[in-house]
C-alpha cells in the first residue's frame, strides 16, 4: 500500500526521554546547562596573586608630555626629501609616526600622498586615525568595500587597489595622481600569495614618486633596498631602528571564571596553572566529527 503524501513529510516525534533540538537551543537542555554555567574555580594562592600583580604592573595611561622624535625618526624625514626609504622597526617604535610627518609636510605644500596597507580593517583603522588628524576633506579611502572621498589629496587603501590605479595610469599614458607612497607592512612582498601585488607596485612606482616602506619584520633589508634602487632607478636609505620593542608584550589566559593567569612563569616557561584547563573536559562532551 503506497504511503499517504502526509505521512512522507512528517515530522518523527521525539523518542521517549529525549530532547528536542528546540530545548537544546534554548539551553534548556540537561547537558547544554551543564556546559553554560560558569566553571567554578579555587581562590587564588598568594603565589599567584603575585604573579597576576606583576603581570599588570604598570599598565595604564602614561602622563602626557611633549613628544621627542627619536634620531631614526629624524634621519628617514630628512631622507625621505630626496630618496626612497626603508624603515625597520619594532612594533610600537612609531614607524607610522615618519609616516604622519612627511604626510603633514605634503599637504601643507599642496601635494598629495598615497597610504597603503594589507588588510582592509587596517585600512579602515587608518582612514579613521588620519581624518582625526588631517580632518575629513583631506582624507579619502579605496578598497574593495568602501570608496569614499577619492579625490582627497591622501588616499588611505589596499596595496592591491594602489597597483590597480598603476596599471590605470600606464593604459591611459598618465601619471598616478601622488608624490608619496607609504608601503606599510611592507614584508608582505614575500608573501607566497599576494606578494607579486607589492612587487609590481613597487616596479610601476614612477622615480618621481617618493617611497616609504615600513615593516616590523623584513628580512635582509639591504638586499631588499638594493632591488628596490635597481628597479625603480633611486637611491634608497635602510634605517634600522634594532633593539627590543618599546612597549613589551604580555601573554595572558582569562579563564571562564574570570580569572587572570600570566601565560609565562617569570623564567620563561609555560605557567603551570594553565594546565588544569587543558585537562579539564565535561564528560558529557563529545567532539563532533566532520
Known amino acids: 500500500m503506497p504511503r499517504r503524501r502526509s505521512d512522507k513529510y512528517s515530522r518523527k516525534r521525539p523518542k521517549k526521554g529525549s530532547v528536542p533540538h528546540k530545548k537544546e537551543r534554548r539551553g534548556d537542555a540537561p547537558l547544554a546547562r551543564r556546559h553554560n554555567e560558569p566553571q567554578t574555580e579555587p581562590g587564588l594562592t ?28 629624524v634621519e628617514a624625514l630628512t631622507a625621505l626629501e630626496h630618496e626612497d626609504v626603508l624603515v625597520t622597526a619594532p612594533t610600537g617604535s612609531g614607524k607610522t609616526w615618519i609616516a604622519r610627518e612627511e604626510i603633514r609636510r605634503l599637504l601643507a605644500d599642496g601635494k598629495r600622498a598615497w597610504y597603503t596597507t594589507p588588510l582592509k580593517a587596517l585600512t579602515n583603522s587608518k582612514y ?54 607609504i608601503l606599510d607592512e611592507a614584508h608582505y612582498l614575500s608573501d607566497d600569495e599576494r606578494g607579486h601585488v607589492w612587487e609590481e607596485a613597487i616596479i610601476l612606482t614612477p622615480p618621481r614618486v617618493r617611497m616609504l616602506l615600513l615593516s616590523a619584520t623584513v628580512g635582509k633589508a639591504a638586499e631588499f633596498a638594493k632591488w628596490i634602487g635597481e628597479v625603480r632607478g633611486t637611491s634608497v636609505r635602510v634605517i634600522n631602528r634594532a633593539g627590543a620593542r618599546p612597549v613589551p608584550l604580555r601573554a595572558g589566559y582569562l579563564s571562564s571564571g574570570l580569572r587572570l593567569y600570566p601565560l609565562f612563569t617569570d623564567d620563561g616557561r609555560l605557567n603551570p596553572d594553565i594546565e588544569q584547563f587543558a585537562k579539564r573536559r565535561d564528560p558529557g562532551f563529545r567532539r563532533r566529527r566532520y
Open 46 to 73: 598568594p603565589e599567584q596573586n603575585r604573579r597576576v600583580e606583576k603581570f599588570l604592573e604598570g599598565i595604564g595611561v602614561p602622563e602626557p608630555s611633549p613628544l621627542v622624535p627619536d634620531d631614526f625618526q
Open 128 to 181: 579613521a586615525e588620519f581624518i582625526a588628524e588631517f580632518g575629513a576633506e583631506n582624507v579619502g579611502i579605496l578598497t574593495g568595500d568602501r570608496k569614499e572621498n577619492h579625490d582627497a589629496p591622501l588616499i588611505v587603501g589596499t596595496t592591491e587597489i594602489y597597483r590597480n590605479q598603476l596599471f590605470d595610469a600606464l593604459r591611459h599614458g598618465e601619471q598616478v595622481g601622488t608624490d608619496l607612497v
